[in-house]
């Protein structure tokens, strides 16, 4: 999955305003920025070939520490504790918690069985959504507006960057998702953990638009005057 990811960062925004839609992206695909400096690193493994679902010709041959459930709640406890030690609230860092291991779960709808629960376990789970293509594009889109109908309940923006710049990242990760969707498959594993790490830009966006916005519920405006 993909955009899928995104919009769970967005949606947390409205349990957890005060954390910042750059906190919330790194949190929902924090698997996904693991994920390509441990196969160049040499530590996990994955393999192109072509046709094995509709969707991915990738096949994650063994990617226990960045994509099995048990070290995803490991990761997420681990950045809940980052977020209390940087003065926020239990509810945020239950937030960020519930967003890292968030990742797993919505990757169980897209990939064939092949996520861990533990490293070192056999099982794989994976309920295989990338053999529609429809299916796949209408969820991966259908969550990624949801997602954003949220987010935009919760934010209004301060200035044009937090207008343009939100629609910006939405069209650039629309985009993006739609190039990897109908274009061919990555040339070799180098080039796609290369490619793979355009998420941390999509971070650093969301930290940028997020700074350009501020919360809608009256009670949670910012301190500033209107004068
Ligand atoms: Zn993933």
Known sequence: MF???FAAGLAAKRVAPALSLGALFAAAQGADLLWPN?????????????????????????????????????????????????GFGWRAAAVIWAAVVSHWLLDVAS?????????????????????SR???LVVELGLLALGLA????????????G????????????????ASFYGPPPPDTRVLAWSAQAVWLFVAL?????????????GRTPSRSPA
């Open 150 to 161: 949220l987010y935009l309940r919760t934010t209004r923006a301060r200035d044009g960057i």
């Open 111 to 131: 990939h064939v069985p092949d996520l861990p629960l533990a490293p070192g376990l056999a099982a794989r789970l994976g309920l295989g959504l990338w053999h």
């Open 206 to 218: 969301g930290w940028w638009v997020d700074r350009h916005r501020e919360p809608r519920a009256p």
């Open 134 to 136: 429809p299916a796949t």
């Open 163 to 178: 207008r343009f710049g939100l629609a910006g990242l939405v069209a650039l990760l629309v985009g993006i998702y739609l």
């Open 38 to 86: 441990l196969l160049l690193a040499g530590a996990e493994r994955v393999e192109i070939r072509p046709g094995l679902t509709a969707v991915n010709p990738l096949d994650f041959v063994s990617y226990p520490w960045s994509h099995s459930l048990a070290a995803l709640a490991l990761w997420g406890a681990a950045a809940a504790l980052a977020v209390r030690a940087l």
């Open 3 to 5: 955009l899928g990811h």
